[in-house]
T-cell receptor
Framework: GNSVTQMEGPVTLSEEAFLTINCTYT??????LFWYVQYPGEGLQLLLK?????DKGSNKGFEATYRKETTSFHLEKGSVQVSDSAVYFC????????????FGTGTRLTVIP | DAEITQSPRHKITETGRQVTLACHQT?????MFWYRQDLGHGLRLIHY???????NKGEVSDGYSVSRSNTEDLPLTLESAASSQTSVYFC??????????FGPGTRLLVL
């Protein structure tokens, strides 16, 4: 079946620190992979995605590379800001037409000045 | 601008009552989804719909129902609310094979 395992939080970093949030997946076939972000009191927003092996998704300084050999999609940012404080969700889509999403448990990131 | 809205944003109800959460999207998307978000579980799929008159059960559908009478709306009904259904509920929509867009969420407390 489909599942996503995500790094446990919470994660607390100082401003300008390097961020890595680990994500590994189990799926049949070759799903698309996503990172969603949830800011306090808001719904989820798509941060980035990758649809095939070796693709790199990027947005707002965040990056993640689809690694088929390690079934991973780790999120990275070189220098975090206070405004990056949020909950980050890794997700994969199945291969049905509607692309139903399977989510990890989320990782809360707090960035302190 | 197209959007997806949910109402109410907050709801307190009592055990055994019927509750309906509304979801409305103006993107004209065929696919709509309901998720619940609980600590330690991330988001779990409750029900989804691929179009008008189509509904399907997700991972955690027991105690919930949906109906799709038009493209824009997918209301979620809790037939007899239970304390285990205290959660934050998110609606989402997408075009075929495209990114899902999420609503702002409804926080439900069942006493």
């Amino acid at each position: 079946g489909n599942s996503v395992t995500q790094m446990e939080g919470p994660v607390t970093l100082s401003e300008e620190a390097f961020l890595t949030i680990n994500c590994t997946y189990t799926a049949t076939g070759y799903p698309s992979l996503f990172w969603y972000v949830q800011y306090p009191g808001e719904g989820l927003q798509l941060l980035l995605k990758a649809t095939k092996a070796d693709d790199k998704g990027s947005n707002k300084g965040f990056e993640a590379t689809y690694r088929k050999e390690t079934t991973s999609f780790h999120l990275e940012k070189g220098s975090v800001q206070v405004s990056d404080s949020a909950v980050y969700f890794c997700a994969l889509s199945d291969l049905t037409g509607a692309n139903n999403l399977f989510f990890g448990t989320g990782t809360r990131l707090t960035v302190i000045p | 601008d197209a959007e997806i809205t949910q109402s109410p944003r907050h709801k307190i109800t009592e055990t055994g009552r019927q509750v309906t959460l509304a979801c409305h999207q103006t993107w004209n998307h065929n696919n709509m989804f309901w998720y619940r978000q609980d600590l330690g579980h991330g988001l779990r799929l409750i029900h989804y719909s691929y179009g008008v008159q189509d509904t399907n059960k997700g991972e955690v559908s027991d105690g919930y129902s949906v109906s799709r009478s038009n493209t824009e709306d997918l209301p979620l009904t809790l037939e007899s609310a239970a304390s285990s259904q205290t959660s934050v509920y998110f609606c989402a929509s997408s075009d075929q094979g495209k990114t899902q867009y999420f609503g702002p969420g409804t926080r439900l407390l069942v006493l």
